[in-house]
């Protein structure tokens, strides 16, 4: 399966700024994902990022809050913007892994994870 | 989207026992079945995952059933240990989507 590398692995952050958190792939990857998990609670998808095209956000979430970016198959970043004390939460990275022979449809993993607290 | 319901929330088995997990799920076209476990701290892990064309799958301690007339399925681990305390998620993916839809997690404690 693939090994992500997510940083920073947590940071303590004044309310009205960004913080950008960045997930780089050992291998490459056709989707990636982001989640928020908040304490105690199940995972909660941001968006899904596929190079090259738009990141699809699901309900609740909007792009000017949590821009991301995927330059190319091994990496992408979500920005956190504007950020309240609600924003306290764990970011998770994740990917669908890629074979050349298409895409492969098991083995999902994660980042370690962004301990995001906002004061 | 698709809607897992998993239970129960807590469980709390002594060293040795076995411990069940259910989820349901809601579209007939699901057909991908991931269980992580999340260890305080950590990052969700996968343990083992099912398809739609098999019934139950095992590794070892733990194995996974499907039903797909019911739509549900469910994790056993045999003889627990004190290191299988743990969060437990399920998850369920639709043909043809790349999304995972998670349950809301089991928090299973093994008693020594």
């Known amino acids: 399966s693939a090994v992500i590398s997510q940083k920073p692995s947590r940071d303590i952050c004044q309310r009205g700024t960004s913080l950008t958190i960045q997930c780089q792939v050992d291998?490459?990857?056709?989707?990636m994902f982001w989640y928020r998990q908040q304490p105690g609670q199940s995972l909660t998808l941001i968006a899904t990022?596929?190079?090259?095209?738009?990141?699809?956000?699901e309900s609740g979430f909007v792009i000017d809050k949590f821009p991301i970016s995927r330059p190319n198959l091994t990496f992408s970043t979500l920005t956190v913007s504007n950020m309240s004390p609600e924003d306290s939460s764990i970011y998770l990275c994740?990917?669908?892994?890629?074979?050349?022979?298409?895409?492969?449809?098991?083995?999902?993993?994660f980042g370690s994870g962004t301990r995001l607290t906002v004061v | 989207g698709e809607n897992v319901e998993q239970h129960p929330s807590t469980l709390s088995v002594q060293e040795g026992d076995s411990a069940v997990i259910k989820c349901t799920y809601s579209?007939?076209?699901?057909?991908?079945f991931p269980w992580y476990k999340q260890e305080l701290g950590k990052r969700p892990q996968l343990i083992i995952d099912?398809?739609?064309?098999?019934g139950e799958k095992k590794d070892q301690r733990i194995a996974v059933t499907l039903n797909k007339t019911a739509k549900h399925f469910s994790l056993h681990i045999t003889e627990t240990q004190p290191e299988d305390s743990a969060v437990y998620f399920c998850?369920?993916?639709?043909?043809?989507?790349?999304?995972?839809?998670f349950g809301a997690g089991t928090t299973v404690t093994v008693r020594a």
């Open positions: 579209d007939s076209a699901s057909n991908y």
């Open positions: 291998s490459q990857v056709t989707m």
């Open positions: 990022a596929n190079q090259g095209s738009e990141a699809t956000y």
């Open positions: 998850a369920a993916r639709k043909e043809n989507d790349y999304k995972l839809s």
């Open positions: 099912i398809r739609s064309n098999v």
């Open positions: 994740s990917v669908e892994p890629y074979t050349s022979s298409g895409l492969a449809n098991y083995g999902y993993t």
